[in-house]
């Protein structure tokens, strides 16, 4: 009794034991939680700045695109070549003869002035007060630039207007716009394009979280683009960028508010998930075994995608070596005669051949795992294909002494994708030259009945063992003795060959020949002739 009571005790302690290490690790489980989810806010941050920045600089680019380049140096430019001796444009109606771009700058301006020796000249509304002494004073202080022309922000003595002016060899030209036509080139810049990727803001403009304000070199606030009801407080992540000499060094501001991570970021576990640790501390202990079954599982695929890459770089490795060593004999003249250089041609295209079936293999696979496979059908003559599909091999073949013939007849057309499916039967082709023994020969033997009509590509090599033939259609499976032996292979076609089979209605098995090999039977449903 006492031996059985100890026995007990031994596994009550043990299950205490148990159950405290679980609440201890529920716990280190929910500090690391909370430790990650703060690195990940500060990372996020980061982030988030970085994007207020790119905003910043895409705008400022795209400011000169609007202002600049399409309006202030195509006007520039014609007033700076206008004659001294002719009246300046009249912007309410704009003259013949000039280029579309200054045309339409012209039409948005209130004023183009002229000055010289002799006096401004002033076109447009009334010449502001003081407008005089104010270009004496800039040209006085003119400091080039690389388009000629400079920006100006508003003034009293421009009434409140921008200026645009360049000065050259003593000569000033320029125009006044208001502050309205060039808000309105500001905001084109502005809605050309989306400033923040989709990812962030989820096809949202944000309003309420980004904003764009243009300053003055002094701070004055000139423009805001699409302003929120609130104002930038502490969590706004700001960044200033500085437009060219032409834009009159004029500040590019962009706001980003940090709470757009709480909305469009998972930052990790809040307040509620908190909370929620505590009745999962109860559920650890079941989870545990499953918790080792997927780890085991993940290990598991671990390997079969690290032999999907080595098997697939191997396979692409051989063809390329192939193809740069004949190019390289080809183009530095090493071969010997007429026969040497066909034969090199021959290998070189029998090896891209390879490429682009093993290339067009991946890329169905790929479709296949994103449910992105799709397929175009259309009334068929399945013998028409598989003849097509035996041509198309036959250089694969005769490089590995393989013999492959069609037989068979199906007196019916068949509704069918005819890439994919041709894409089906070089894969059985291809599995079979790759496993069989060289000089083998290869069927694809055609049949038919009321309901169905089979395609089977016939081999002469080892078969597949009964206990495979359900898995190897799996992703990434590949028997034992393959991952064994010197075939290399991605473990990828026959899964394709599956999913193709299954789009079309039908299904696809594999059965064993005697006294050697396998045989793979594609059935599908007959179409309406």
Same mark, same amino acid.
């Given at each position: 009794?006492?031996?059985?009571?100890?026995?007990?005790?031994?596994?009550?302690?043990?299950?205490?034991?148990?159950?405290?290490?679980?609440?201890?690790?529920?716990?280190?489980?929910? &500090?690391?939680?909370?430790?990650?989810?703060?690195?990940?806010?500060?990372?996020?941050?980061?982030?988030?700045?970085?994007?207020?920045?790119?905003?910043?600089? &895409?705008?400022?680019?795209?400011?000169?695109?609007?202002?600049?380049?399409?309006?202030?140096?195509?006007?520039?430019? &014609?007033?700076?070549?206008?004659?001294?001796?002719?009246?300046?444009?009249?912007?309410?109606?704009?003259?013949?003869?000039?280029?579309?771009?200054?045309?339409?700058?012209?039409?948005?301006?209130?004023?183009?002035?002229?000055?010289?020796e002799l006096g401004v000249d002033f076109v447009g509304r009334s010449q502001p007060a003081g407008f005089e002494s104010w270009i004496e004073g800039h040209r006085t202080r003119w400091t080039p630039t690389s388009s000629?022309?400079?920006?100006?922000?508003?003034?009293?003595?421009?009434?409140?207007?921008?200026?645009v002016m360049s000065v050259d060899e003593g000569r000033t030209r320029g125009f006044l716009m208001t502050p309205e036509s060039v808000g309105h080139l500001f905001e084109a810049a502005y809605h050309a394009e989306p400033l923040l990727p989709s990812m962030l803001t989820g096809g949202e403009g944000l309003p309420?979280?980004?904003?764009?304000?243009?300053?003055?070199?002094?701070?004055?606030?000139?423009?805001d683009m699409l302003p929120p009801s609130i104002e930038p407080a502490e969590s706004w992540l700001s960044h200033t960028d500085t437009l060219s000499a032409e834009l009159g060094e004029l500040r590019v501001v962009t706001h980003l508010d940090a709470r757009v991570a709480d909305r469009f970021l998972d930052t990790g576990v809040n307040k509620t998930r908190r909370l929620a640790?505590?009745?999962? &501390?109860?559920?650890?202990?079941?989870?545990?075994?499953?918790?080792?079954?997927?780890?085991?599982?993940?290990?598991e695929l671990a390997r079969l995608r690290g032999d999907f890459v080595s098997g697939i770089s191997h396979e692409f490795r051989t063809p390329l070596a192939q193809i740069r060593l004949f190019a390289e004999t080809l183009r530095l003249g090493r071969v010997r005669d007429q026969q040497e250089h066909d034969r090199s041609i021959q290998i070189i295209d029998q090896e891209a051949r390879r490429l682009t079936h093993l290339v067009e293999t991946a890329l169905n696979f790929s479709r296949a795992e994103r449910g992105a496979l799709e397929l175009h059908l259309s009334e068929a003559n399945i013998e028409h294909v598989v003849d097509e599909v035996v041509e198309a091999f036959a250089p694969l073949a005769h490089a590995a002494g393989v013999t492959v013939r069609a037989e068979g007849k199906i007196p019916f057309s068949l509704k069918v994708d005819v890439d994919a499916l041709k894409q089906l039967l070089l894969n059985l082709l291809d599995n079979a030259v790759k496993y069989g023994p060289p000089g083998q020969q290869v069927k694809l033997v055609m049949a038919s009945n009321d309901t169905i009509a089979t395609v089977a590509v016939e081999d002469e090599g080892p078969g597949v063992p009964s206990r495979d033939r359900g898995r190897i259609f799996d992703r990434f499976v590949r028997l034992d003795r393959e991952r064994n032996g010197q075939v290399a292979g991605t473990g990828i076609g026959l899964s394709v060959v599956r999913e193709i089979a299954q789009l079309h209605g039908g299904r696809v098995r594999v059965e064993s020949r005697s006294p050697l090999g396998a045989r793979f039977v594609l059935e599908l449903p007959l179409a309406v002739v």
């Open positions: 009794m006492a031996a059985r009571t100890t026995s007990r005790s031994g596994r009550l302690g043990l299950a205490a034991v148990l159950a405290v290490a679980t609440l201890i690790g529920a716990a280190y489980l929910g &500090v690391q939680a909370e430790l990650e989810a703060r690195r990940h806010r500060s990372t996020t941050k980061v982030v988030l700045s970085g994007y207020t920045a790119l905003a910043a600089a &895409v705008y400022r680019s795209r400011a000169f695109q609007q202002l600049g380049y399409n309006t202030f140096y195509p006007l520039s430019t &014609v007033l700076a070549s206008w004659p001294d001796d002719v009246p300046l444009p009249d912007p309410s109606s704009p003259p013949d003869g000039m280029s579309a771009n200054a045309t339409r700058a012209l039409s948005t301006v209130s004023g183009v002035f002229r000055s010289s000629g022309y400079r920006l100006f922000p508003p003034s009293a003595a421009t009434d409140g207007s921008y200026s309420e979280l980004f904003r764009v304000e243009v300053r003055a070199p002094d701070g004055t606030l000139l423009m640790i505590l009745p999962v &501390v109860a559920l650890l202990g079941f989870l545990l075994v499953g918790s080792l079954g997927l780890m085991r599982r993940e290990a």
